[in-house]
């Protein structure tokens, strides 16, 4: 069975500091995708980015990173130089490949606040 | 580009009453699910549909019922509404894999208290 893991439950960070937020995941598919959600306080799902087993590139959009690493089972979050505006709550979610229904599973979520 | 909608966005109902959540999507998505939220739960899947007339439970599927007539809608119904289904609820769909899509979008959820 397939299960992800967010350790951090809240994290409390002031503006323009960096913070990472951790997930871990476990699977017994080779091949299977991650992602990561955002849930500001309007309480919408964004989705922010998803990564391929098959790829541990990490990828940078403006201020965020994601580091994949396979031999640790890890697909951490980085938000460089903090805003106001990325407080939320974000989840990390896994999907296997198996047949075609690539249902996700989600982390319980980490509840970022950053403070002015 | 209206996406995914979910209506009402807000519903009080009594217990032992039926309700019906709304989920529509304009982007012609095969998959569609249906999540509910609660504190400490996360993000639990009720059902999906891989397509019209195919429907699926998942972790969650006592006290709910869903149909799939139409491609861009997947309503979810509460035939006996529970104190326990107090929560919130979102839609989501997906495209077909093969096509590359593999990530679900979601609609702005429903806000369910059952009184």
């Known amino acids: 069975a397939q299960k992800v893991t967010q350790a951090q439950t809240e994290i409390s960070v002031v503006e323009k500091e960096d913070v990472t937020l951790d997930c871990v995941y476990e699977t017994r598919d080779t091949t299977y995708y991650l992602f990561w959600y955002k849930q500001p306080p309007s309480g919408e799902l964004v989705f922010l980015i998803r990564?391929?087993?098959?790829?541990?590139q990490n990828e940078i959009s403006g201020r965020y990173s994601w580091n994949f690493q396979k031999s640790t089972s890890s697909f951490n979050f980085t938000i460089t130089a903090s805003q106001v505006v990325d407080s939320a709550v974000y989840f990390c979610?896994?999907?296997?490949?198996?047949?075609?229904?690539?249902?996700?599973?989600f982390g319980k979520g980490t509840l970022l606040t950053v403070n002015p | 580009d209206a996406g995914i909608t979910q209506s009402p966005r807000y519903k009080i109902t009594e217990t032992g009453r039926q309700v019906t959540l709304m989920c529509h999507q304009t982007?012609?998505?095969?998959?569609m699910f249906w999540y509910r939220q609660d504190l400490g739960h996360g993000l639990r899947l009720i059902y999906y549909?891989?397509?019209?007339?195919?429907?699926d439970k998942g972790e969650v599927p006592d006290g709910y019922v869903v149909s799939r007539s139409k491609t861009e809608n997947f309503p979810l119904t509460l035939e006996s509404a529970t104190r326990s289904q107090t929560s919130v609820y979102f839609c989501a769909s997906r495209g077909l894999a093969g096509g590359g899509t593999y990530e679900q979008y979601f609609g702005p959820g429903t806000r369910l208290t059952v009184t």
């Open positions: 549909s891989a397509a019209a007339d195919i429907t």
């Open positions: 982007w012609s998505h095969s998959y």
């Open positions: 979610a896994l999907s296997e490949a198996r047949g075609s229904n690539y249902k996700l599973t």
């Open positions: 990564r391929n087993s098959f790829d541990e």
